[in-house]
């Protein structure tokens, strides 16, 4: 036979094959595959062309490894970049460079190549015309134009000669083909990519997870997905969270990726801020669907919208900038004569109506199979002590005995009706290469069962009727059935937090009517889900706030303890904020909305515990480890344990009178065996970690600590330094001029007003300060008597009395500095003025001494190279400030105080609250940092554990990993104390979990049957699984 050889040319001319044979070898390539290294051709990265991008619709692949053979195969063409195939969607993504581009020369070779598909295909024809059609058009198809016509020598030999071949999407379709899968290209309009890669956050509920495996096995499918960036799943709120770019891949493709895993999905919610969907009342028949579709239709602003009428409801995706949601309700009412009422679904009033559906639907199946398994249990166990009964059982119903035909009657219907989910559940599991509970529960029930059976038709045939074990498969699905039950109680418990906080919002709320000069002209009461920024809502006395505003007229006390835990009724008036779900106390308010919908305080909150509960702490890996292997142990230990007594009993080890006298060796291990299956139980490890996790983050937030994510709960419990930093943290942040003092000739007043001037662009709390104290300076006497009189006041004269300050720049840890009417300004400490060669006098530095020995920080001000004064102000200390540190320290915690202020003031302040270290030094242990969250983010980002204090609107600052809402320094022994006693909790979990199946598996396994002659039932094999977890 003759030999098929592929050489490279360089141009046009051909380089003939190396010797040494190995042009005689068969490489198992596909046809015109890459030959980097003799062809001499640029690097992909050197191609000098933009890489592109095509998506395909790959069929034919069943399982992970068709997923590795297409990338393999595509893979290995030259110029291909990345590959990323789907199995769930059936896609495949391929980053190629069109540009590369190689010559090569083919002689020779055996038609009967493995490797080349096309001249096994083109040595069926019968003609050589044929065979030169043939190859030519395939080959065209795969690579493009070609440089020369096709040859035939003979009937065996192909020649091509000086070919240029591009790229095309073409050659991965060939590719993927050769690897045996059929593959299309997906039309570009169907994956085109929008320049900008807007990415949304949005949550599912997914049912049937039993244990850490399932988690596993959902998220890893998830995060496989074409667009999706990551995916977090919670087993014990059953929700997961996948970040996802919507044009890659949209909601219902995720759906549907999750329940093609096994599992139950449904949509929630997003960070989409323009799609809404909203409940309908009155959508009943086609003919109403019709009305709401014409009246979409005619409304400006929609994009899209798509009814369900099923669930009725309709999604709307809209231009917030075109239209309101209130003005889509409105319309769809308006326009529909009454008819049609639409409302904003709530995401968390649809997930607790999905719990209480499972919990519903959980206690049905277990209704039922209790009904079921009730006789069977009572045929097996106290009807043969009731000597009417027992009669009657024995009695014959053609081959079968009544008694045993009637349990297998009974049973099948337990087995195969109310136990259909468990088999569903495991197939989809062993579907896709994972075990779980669920795999369990089928072997052991389906191993009594077809026992049972084959039990039961032997006695039929034989006359001799062995012993049944009907009930064993019944009672352990019940048990199961009980113990799902209590697990979903339970996790419904865990998510109390979020409920409460979800209760706080108002269901409704009353709008001010205004005409377009402003005027009241009535009022009208809404969904609080409606309400827009800039909306004039008015406040009774005794209702919940409806969103996130300011006063805008009347006087009241309003009850903040639900968000910032301060127990004090806090007085409002015009100008003052007021937080959406706290609860005005007296007078009537009208508020203007500046923050609604997922911007309030409260959302953030619920959003912020809500995260935390769906992160995973890093222990929890341990668990994910045990539960992808602790299946299959527990299957091994259970063909260990049969072969063990089998062989025991079959080699005579021990003592007949073991085994029943009804019964053989067979059914004597098999009890033990499936007994093994049933008692082993991964959910208490599975539901260690999170359920912990999640009673942690709702306590704290109902203490005013709210956790970023499970990570940080675990990091927190090694915290050995507490660093504070000083103003706002450990002191109020309320800072107040204590002295002012000229050491030149200057006028007192213009020296504040040359101060105050240079402040004014600073955001630092002391230029508040400053500014404050000058302007009162001034205008002292002179103010109205009402703090609004006051600001508008400061507002109307600020421009005039300030001098205008050129080329203002903040020097950090120093201070600022400026020039006014042409001459350099510096305000801020001793380094700023040594820094700028301006010289302190005696006397100034004696009276700065002073100052910085009572805890007040010295602010220096020099004028045109010359020192010509200084002030003094003060924070005060917070009340709890050494009650803390004290508290700190009998934790085994080291305070460390952090500022930028002088050493004398800085030691001064440390003293008074008990700390001795104002240095931080990092020695490898965990430092945690407090700060206000604001100035501090980069010290809060860079410790182990970064905390945030803040009253309520600072919650959303991203560098920390905890919140204290409430502003008082005690909750930082909270949080500690709160991390601490949930990782001891989970440990002892985690103990018990492995205790329990360390030695009930033994137990069940008949390892103390020697020496007790007790055995454990497999239904009461299945009671002990039940409860183990809950």
């Not at 040319?9 to 290294?37: F, H, I, K, N, T």
């Not at 009517?513 to 969904?527: F, P, S, T």
């Not at 105050?756 to 103010?783: N, Q, R």
Request: with cysteine.
């Amino acid at each position: 036979m003759a030999h098929l050889q592929l050489s490279a040319v360089a141009g046009a001319g051909a380089r003939p094959a190396a010797a040494g044979g190995r042009g005689d070898e068969m490489e198992d390539v596909a046809l015109l595959d890459s030959y980097d290294e003799e062809m001499g051709l640029p690097p992909p990265a050197a191609a000098g062309a933009e890489a592109e991008e095509a998506h395909l619709r790959v069929t034919g692949m069943t399982c992970s490894a068709c997923t590795s053979a297409v990338e393999a195969a595509v893979s290995a063409r030259r110029g291909v970049r990345r590959v990323a195939v789907s199995l769930l969607q059936n896609r495949a993504r391929v980053v190629f460079d069109p540009a590369l581009a190689k010559v090569v020369t083919i002689t020779g070779a055996p038609l009967s190549s493995p490797w080349c598909g096309v001249c096994r295909r083109a040595s069926a024809m019968r003609s050589l015309r044929a065979r030169n059609r043939r190859v030519d058009a395939r080959l065209v198809r795969l690579r493009g134009k070609l440089g020369a016509p096709v040859r035939l020598r003979g009937s065996q030999l192909l020649t091509f000669e000086s070919y240029c071949i591009a790229f095309k999407v073409e050659d991965i379709i060939e590719a993927i083909e050769d690897a045996g899968f059929e593959a299309e290209i997906i039309p570009e309009s169907a994956v085109s990519q929008p320049k900008s890669q807007k990415t949304l956050s949005a949550q599912f509920r997914i049912g049937g997870m039993t244990c850490a495996n399932c988690v596993n096995s959902v998220e890893g499918i998830l995060k496989k997905l074409p667009g999706v960036k990551g995916a977090v799943v919670a087993l014990a709120t059953s929700l997961g969270e996948v970040e996802y770019v919507p044009s890659a891949i949209s909601k219902d493709e995720i759906v549907q990726a999750i329940e093609d895993a096994g599992f139950e999905a449904a949509f929630l919610q997003s960070t989409e801020q323009d799609k809404v969907l909203l409940g309908l009342i009155g959508l009943h028949t086609e003919k109403d669907v019709e009305v709401l579709n014409d009246i979409l239709k005619k409304m400006d602003g929609l994009r899209q919208f798509g009814v369900n009428n099923v669930l009725s409801e309709v999604e709307i995706v809209f231009d917030p900038e075109a239209v309101g949601l209130r003005s889509i309700v409105d319309t769809i009412e308006m326009a529909s004569n009454g008819r049609l009422k639409a409302h904003v679904q709530n995401p968390y009033t649809r997930g607790a109506s999905n719990d209480a559906q499972e919990a519903s639907k959980m206690l049905n199946l277990l209704r039922f199979s209790l009904f079921l398994s009730i006789p069977v249990f009572f045929i097996r166990m106290v009807c043969p002590s009731i000597p009417f009964l027992s009669t009657l059982l024995s009695m014959h119903c053609g081959p079968f005995l009544m008694g045993d035909l009637l349990k297998w009657i009974l049973v099948s219907i337990v087995q195969f009706v109310v136990g259909k989910r468990f088999y569903v559940a495991a197939y989809r599991a062993v579907r896709h290469g994972s075990t779980n509970m669920d795999v369990l529960v089928v072997l052991g029930t389906t191993a009594s069962y077809a026992y049972s059976v084959c039990a039961l038709l032997y006695g039929a045939f034989t006359g001799y009727h062995p012993p049944v074990y009907f009930e064993t498969s019944a009672m352990i699905i019940t048990f199961v059935l009980f113990g799902k039950y209590l697990e979903v109680l339970a996790k419904g418990k865990t998510s109390d937090a979020i409920k409460k906080l979800v209760e706080l919002v108002p269901s409704t709320a009353v709008l001010v009517l205004k005409d377009k000069e402003g005027k009241h002209v009535g009022e009208r009461e809404i969904d609080a889900r409606l309400v827009q920024p800039g909306d004039v809502l008015k406040v009774l006395p005794g209702s919940k706030v409806p969103a996130d505003g300011v006063v805008v007229w009347g006087t009241s006390h309003v009850n903040e303890s639900m968000i910032t835990g301060e127990s004090a009724p806090i007085p409002k008036e015009v100008s003052s904020v007021v937080i959406g779900g706290t609860i005005n106390l007296h007078g009537i308010l009208h508020i203007q909305a500046t923050k609604v919908g997922s911007g309030t305080v409260l959302s953030q909150i619920i959003s912020l515990v809500e995260t935390a509960q769906m992160s995973k702490a890093p222990i929890q890996k341990f668990a994910d480890y045990v539960a992808s292997i602790f299946v299959p142990i527990v299957i091994t230990l259970s063909i260990v344990t049969f072969s063990a007594w089998f062989l025991c009993g079959w080699l005579g080890a021990y003592p007949n009178s073991w085994v029943a006298e009804n019964s053989n060796c067979f059914v004597f291990s098999l009890m033990f065996a499936i007994s093994v299956v049933v008692i082993a139980c991964p959910c208490a490890l599975g539901l260690a970690t999170p359920t912990a996790v999640m009673v942690a983050t709702g306590i704290g937030a109902n203490h005013g600590v709210l956790v970023k994510g499970g990570d940080a709960l675990e990091r927190a419990q090694n915290v050995k330094y507490v660093v504070f930093d000083k103003t706002g943290t450990l002191t109020q942040g309320k800072a107040v001029v204590t002295a002012a003092k000229v050491f030149s000739g200057m006028d007192l007043g213009d020296f504040l007003t040359l101060v105050a001037s240079a402040e004014a662009s600073s955001e630092h709390p002391l230029a508040k300060a400053v500014l404050d104290y000058a302007f009162h300076f001034h205008f002292f006497g002179k103010l109205p008597s009402s703090k609004d009189g006051i600001e508008q006041r400061k507002d109307e004269v600020l421009s005039q009395w300030l001098l205008e300050a050129e080329d203002f720049s903040a020097v950090p840890g120093n201070g600022v500095q400026c020039s006014i009417n042409g001459k350099h300004v510096l305000v801020g400490n001793r380094s700023l003025m040594t820094e700028n060669g301006v010289t302190i006098s005696p006397e100034a530095e004696t009276f700065l001494i002073d100052l910085e020995s009572n805890a007040k920080t010295g602010i220096l001000v020099a004028y045109d190279g010359d020192f010509v004064g200084l002030m003094g102000i003060t924070d005060p200390l917070k009340r709890e400030a050494a009650v803390v540190v004290e508290g700190l320290k009998k934790l085994g915690v080291h305070p460390v105080m952090l500022t930028g202020d002088n050493w004398r003031t800085a030691q001064a302040v440390a003293k008074e609250v008990g700390i001795e270290d104002v240095r931080a030094e990092k020695d490898g242990s965990t430092v945690a940092m407090v700060g206000d969250g604001i100035n501090d983010s980069p010290a809060l980002a860079a410790a182990d554990v970064g905390m945030a204090i803040g009253r309520g609107t600072d919650i959303a600052i991203e560098a920390a990993d905890y919140v204290l809402v409430r502003n008082n320094l005690e909750d930082v022994i909270t949080a500690i104390d709160l991390s601490r006693k949930t990782f001891s909790r989970i440990r002892w979990n985690y103990f018990f979990a492995i205790a329990y199946n360390v030695v009930a598996i033994p137990i069940a396994a008949g390892a103390l049957f020697p020496f007790t002659g007790l055995q454990m039932p497999p239904w009461l094999a299945g009671a002990c699984m039940a409860f183990s977890s809950k």
